[in-house]
């Protein structure tokens, strides 16, 4: 597939530890009339953390430049290295976007560790996941929240089965086989809903309900911890990155 992303998208992102595109981009289903997501961390200077007035710990800024809608979230690196800690699948497929914007060598560092924050328990995440978009799409009809819930149930059999994260739905073939064609008709429209050649609900429901058993079972024999082992060196690299102390590699 693809991607038609701006080219200017690496000037708007500003001082920050990195920023990745995710939304329908990475995950493989752009519409003809998407905006772009993008994700990453930025890094509060050391008096916005130790004094009496902090900084924010999340910044979300949109904006519209050259007919696109840009949607800019960052996290403090902290509060990231957090969620990271937390089987929080959507961090780590922002901070392993093959779609980079910005980098530094915080970014690779971070990169470096997430094998570390890897855990079995990640398929709660995507269980989960999957069952507020099929709720979406049972409500709506919506093609959107049904191809993201075959994109949750995809991402996490590929986690639990190889250690990999992969949100590229068009990459991983766990998916029913007419879902190539339901991605094609999502791309001529971001509200678009079941073209008429579809499968009925019946057959969607059952195929969602075997790739949700799928997954669980998935999840019962993967080889992943049972924990994430990365905080001490996430720890030291956010405390390395506050102090201004160099970058190391952390492997």
Known sequence: MTRTLPSWLGEVTGDVVFATVSGAHLYGFPSVDSDVDLRGVHLMPIEDVVGLRTGAETIDRTWTRDGVEVDLVTHDLAKFARLLLRRNGYVLEQLLSPLVVASSPLHEELVALAPDCLTRHHAHHYLGFARTQWGFFERTGE?????????????????????????????????????????????????????????????????????????????????????????????????????????????
Do not use: C, W
């Open 143 to 251: 093609l959107k929240p049904l191809l993201y819930t075959f994109r949750v149930l995809s991402t996490g059999i590929h986690l639990m089965r190889t250690g990999e994260v992969v949100a590229d739905l068009t990459a991983l073939g766990h998916a029913p086989a007419y879902v190539p064609e339901l991605v094609a008709a999502k791309r001529e429209a971001e509200h678009g809903t079941l073209p008429p050649d579809a499968p009925g609900r019946e057959r969607l429901a059952a195929d969602v309900n075997a790739m949700t058993a799928r997954l669980e079972e998935e999840r019962d024999r993967s080889p992943l911890p049972e924990q994430a082992t990365a905080e001490p060196a996430l720890h030291d690299l956010v405390v390395r990155a506050r102090l201004g102390r160099p970058h190391v590699s952390s492997r």
